[in-house]
């Protein structure tokens, strides 16, 4: 099993360029996240999702979107990248809201 | 407004010290986990706790959760250089669905 699997691992953007980070997780859990975190600070949560087609807003969901149309995959879409978007994001994935969450390596965006 | 409040926030100690971190809310929480975060990496479980009292057994680690469910605290006994890290505790608001948020860390540096 690879786990969870994000991409890319860096990216620089642009003020008002958009994308899209990749997050795939193979262990049919339900329960997916994605957080942001900046230097020496805990994990935001941005979105989260209960399950396929179910999506809700977490801490600071501002700026960015997300959909699980399977439940496999949950992508976050930055747009109109700002630099207050820098920062390293964390998906993770659980089989429930008590059970250990599985996160992936990161990714470290910079937005210039 | 942090909902999870976790003290002290950098702790440097000698090796074989005790020390104490404390994670803090006026919520009640269905469970509490505590991970750890090495740089560059995302963060891994180490604990979780679910009934109110709970004590838990690391090894050198001790985990508690408070009889109202709403704190948490992690005692290290005899620390060592290999516990160095960024130490975060999450959970599951009551009745706040899928959510999973996070404290915002103790940085732990223990010194040879």
């Known amino acids: 099993n690879a786990g969870v699997t994000q991409t890319p691992k860096f990216r620089i953007l642009k003020i008002g360029q958009s994308m899209t980070l990749q997050c795939t997780q193979d262990?049919?859990?339900?329960?997916m996240y994605w957080y942001r975190q900046d230097p020496g600070m805990g994990l935001k949560l941005i979105y989260y999702?209960?399950?396929?087609?179910?999506?809700d807003k977490g801490e600071v969901p501002n700026g960015y979107n997300v959909s699980r149309s399977t439940t496999e995959d949950f992508p976050l879409r930055l747009e109109l990248a700002a630099p207050s978007q820098t920062s390293v994001y964390f998906c993770?994935?659980?089989?429930?809201?008590?059970?250990?969450?599985?996160f992936g390596q990161g990714t470290r965006l910079t937005v210039v | 407004t942090q909902l999870l409040e976790q003290s002290p926030q950098f702790l440097s100690i000698q090796e074989g010290e005790n020390l104490t971190v404390y994670c803090n809310s006026s919520s009640v929480f269905s469970s509490l986990q505590w991970y750890r975060q090495e740089p560059g990496e995302g963060p891994v479980l180490l604990v979780t706790v679910v009934t109110g009292g709970e004590v838990k057994k690391l090894k050198r680690l001790t985990f508690q959760f408070g009889d109202a469910r709403k704190d948490s605290s992690l005692h290290i006994t005899a620390a060592q250089p290999g516990d160095t890290g960024l130490y975060l505790c999450?959970?599951?608001?009551?009745?706040?669905?899928?959510?999973?948020?996070f404290g915002q860390g103790t940085e732990l540096s223990v010194k040879p």
């Open positions: 999450a959970g599951g608001p009551y009745n706040q669905g899928g959510k999973l948020i």
């Open positions: 262990m049919n859990h339900n329960y």
């Open positions: 999702s209960v399950g396929a087609g179910i999506t």
């Open positions: 993770a994935s659980s089989y429930s809201l008590n059970t250990e969450a599985f």
